[in-house]
């Protein structure tokens, strides 16, 4: 079966060696260079994703446009202060490294990258988001079950999320989770700015997720994998001693309609491809 067959039929595709062992380390490395350099006042932005209305702060809304820093929340004592270095600390980087850092934006846009997209006919695709998800060991907190078009909502809906696995993932660090086919079944709702100020969870189709087919996509570092917006997934918190970190882009196409409603805004660079 083509790869464009099996993408269509299960809603996700899981390359292997996709990256080299040297490119994952380089944007490992990029990470822990950017956040030495984050200027941290004391003024977290937590990120969780069963509690998202409560990331309606300026930070987090700003972020698309940024390299922007975000918390795991088990990372503070009650006296607000951090348990732990910085970087342990860190749930995610994000939304904008792969326009402007250099580092990012190779990984983003490679050679095995262009040539994937446009087997699966997405050379035009612009990359809106981009996300260096830790998972540090213990600490690395889990991500519910969502769909991405929830969060880079197009009309129609054309969001496509490529993962990278920058280390092993298995079931003990936490590695995703996804029904093959689930991608068949309805967009649940769509993450948008309120008319006045917030953010809301914007119920679509109120049918539960079905979890019983749920299968652990369990990789090796250099794996990517690729994401219909519509497929269900999720990953659990990371109980072992090792870490288990990635690297996300989310694009869509630019012949579908990005409502302004939608949380992730750039006021201040135009979109670019793959
Ligand atoms: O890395 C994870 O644990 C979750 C990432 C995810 O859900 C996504 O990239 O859409």
Redesign the pocket.
Known sequence: MSRVDQFQKDGYLVIDGFNSAEDCDALMQRAMWLAERYDYKGHPSIFETGNQTMSADDYFLNSGDEIAYFFEKDAFDPKGQLKKGLFESLNKIGHAMHDLDPVYDRFSRSPQMRKLAAELGMSEYLVIQS?H?F?HARIGGE?DV?Q?STFLYTEPNTCV?F?FALEDATIEN?C?WATPGGHKTPLRSWFRRKEAAGLEMHVLDSSPWEMHGMQPLEVKKGACIV?HGALP???QPNTSGKS?Q?F?I?TIDPAAHYPERNWLRRETQSLRPL
Request: proline content about 0%; cysteine-free; overall charge positive.
């Open positions: 996300m998800i998972k991500v969502h991405d999320g993962w936490g995703m994401l997934h999720y990953s288990r990635a996300a989310h």
